[in-house]
């Protein structure tokens, strides 16, 4: 599983990369891996207004369904609407791919997030209580 | 995975496959090894090898064996010969489904029957509680593993290390006795995947070894396939699972199957509701849908028209062969013809779908 070192996580299993006061949002490797084979997303809208916590996106596999929530509040400035017609991208480069970039109200809610390394721990534990 | 969860004879071999395993109704059963659409892909073009030793097998035995599982069946199993299979439900009185199922006809005196893993036990209480004197019904569930090679390279793979010209058993026929790698066997042309195929039964204590010796028989032309993409292939395929499309609260007539049941050929659980069914006209309707608008339909979504909900989705999911949504819904029955817009209710949205008829898949024909 990888957990590239410049994102930081979610116990949901997202990840985001601060640039300034933007944010980029994805999911995880862990993520897709658990999920299986993708068949369909379910982007925000452009321009929408977000709130930390709130499900801004869906991502269906063939046996699944997993809301994508918003670590940070702000203004959704950009969605990938490649993942659209191609969603299995999500399984192939989770870490390319994104779902949406946030302009960040508080770039403060950031500290918040996991390092990378405290979420290889998280996941981990949560791969034991799997089984 | 809890202790309590039942594992099949083949634990063992999916571990070392590295599949991914489940509680699938207290069976842990692999979802997958290496992706449910890969998986799919395989078995629609070459072949892939299924462990359903989970599934129940109850055998009934005795003088008046045939009148009795007549009794039991909405199908005619009078008019099976031996070695021949069959497709059918039983039904409560009220019409419900108690479990669908296969039935296998060794001879008059004696059959066995081929049930769903998670109703085994509730289908031999039921068939138990019915059963006259002279009758012996025998829950042998444990004493099977069941093999499924399914897809078109099916039977010539398994014609490798088959001491039997499998072309000579067709579709919904069986031979008792056969030898695969030296095991002895009985095969059916049967399967739950739209594909060619052949079920295998066979002591669990051999499952293992025969495992090992398909897919060596296979090599390139066969994957070990999980729950999940059996589950895609049937649904894309049409064919019913009991909990979804069938259930004590769906009668085998809204769910389409009235091929399978004999209203017309002497008495059986279930005929007088469903006599009156037919004549009324059953009130709701198995439909096929497509989706117009983006979105995946799935299990207990709702179904809408003109913002009146007519009924819900039993089955829905992305079809890998036909690479599009579909869906199964049982619907009011005035709404059930091809063309009729309906909408499905996803994370509430209604999205625009259209009742369909043939669009699911159909195998090519040789």
Redesign the interface.
């Known amino acids: 599983m990888k957990v590239p070192t410049d994102l930081l996580y979610t116990n949901e299993h997202e990840w985001l990369k601060v640039e300034g006061d933007r944010a980029i949002l994805g999911i995880t490797d862990f993520a897709q891996e658990h999920l ?2 993708i ?2 997303v ?1 982007l925000p809208e452009l321009d929408a207004q977000v709130a930390n916590g709130e499900a801004v996106a ?1 991502v ?1 596999s ?2 699944a ?1 997993a809301s994508v929530y918003t670590p940070v509040s702000g203004k959704v400035m950009e969605i990938n609407e490649s993942l ?1 017609d191609s969603p299995e991208l999500l399984n192939q480069e989770p870490y390319e791919q994104f779902i949406a970039i946030i302009e960040m109200d508080d770039p403060s809610e950031v500290e918040e997030l996991m390092t990378p390394e405290e979420y290889e721990q998280f996941c981990r534990e949560q791969e034991q209580e799997l ?1 | 995975m809890s202790d309590s969860l039942k594992r099949t004879p083949l634990y063992e071999i999916h571990q070392r496959h590295g599949g991914k395993m489940i509680d699938f109704g207290g069976w842990e059963l692999p979802v997958q090894y290496t992706g449910i659409i890969q998986e799919h892909h395989m078995v629609r073009g070459k072949a892939g090898i299924f462990d359903v030793s989970h599934m129940g097998e109850i055998e009934i035995t005795g003088a008046k064996a045939q009148e009795f599982t007549r009794y039991l069946m909405t199908n005619d199993v009078t008019k099976l010969k031996d070695k021949q299979v069959q497709y059918t439900l039983m039904c409560y009185p009220d019409g419900g489904v108690v479990d669908d199922l296969l039935v296998y006809r060794f001879s008059e005196q004696h059959y066995l029957l081929v049930v769903n893993a998670s109703n085994t036990d509730k289908d031999y209480q039921w068939i138990l509680s019915h059963a006259p004197e002279g009758i012996q019904v025998a829950n042998v569930s444990e004493q099977y593993a069941q093999i499924a090679v399914q897809g078109p390279k099916a039977q010539e793979i398994l014609q490798k290390i088959s001491d039997t010209d499998l072309s000579q058993i067709r579709f919904f026929w069986f031979e008792p006795q056969v030898k695969m790698a030296g095991i002895e066997c009985m095969v059916s042309r049967t399967g739950y995947t739209g594909e060619d195929g052949f079920e295998i039964y066979l002591p669990a204590a051999q499952a293992a070894e025969l495992w090992e010796k398909i897919i060596e028989a296979g090599g390139e032309n066969i994957v070990p396939a999980g729950l999940g993409a059996r589950d895609t292939l049937r649904f894309e395929a049409k064919l019913p699972l009991y909990g979804q499309e069938l259930g004590p609260d769906i009668t085998p007539l809204e769910a389409g199957l009235s091929t399978f049941v004999k209203l017309d050929s002497g008495d059986f659980i279930g005929r007088d509701a469903l006599l009156k069914q037919r004549e009324n006209q059953p009130m709701r309707t198995l439909v096929e849908f497509e989706m117009i608008g983006k979105g995946i339909p799935r299990s207990h979504y709702e179904v809408y028209k003109n913002g009146e909900n007519i009924g819900y989705v039993t089955s829905g999911g992305h079809a890998p062969t036909l690479g599009k949504p579909m869906g199964l819904a049982l619907v009011q029955s005035r709404w059930s013809e091809p063309g009729v817009d309906i909408e499905i209710m996803i994370r509430s949205k209604l999205i625009p779908a259209r009742v369909t008829r043939g669009a699911f898949y159909k195998r090519p024909q040789k």
């Open positions: 299986g084979d068949v369909f379910e869906v269906e063939v046996k369904v659209e089984g």
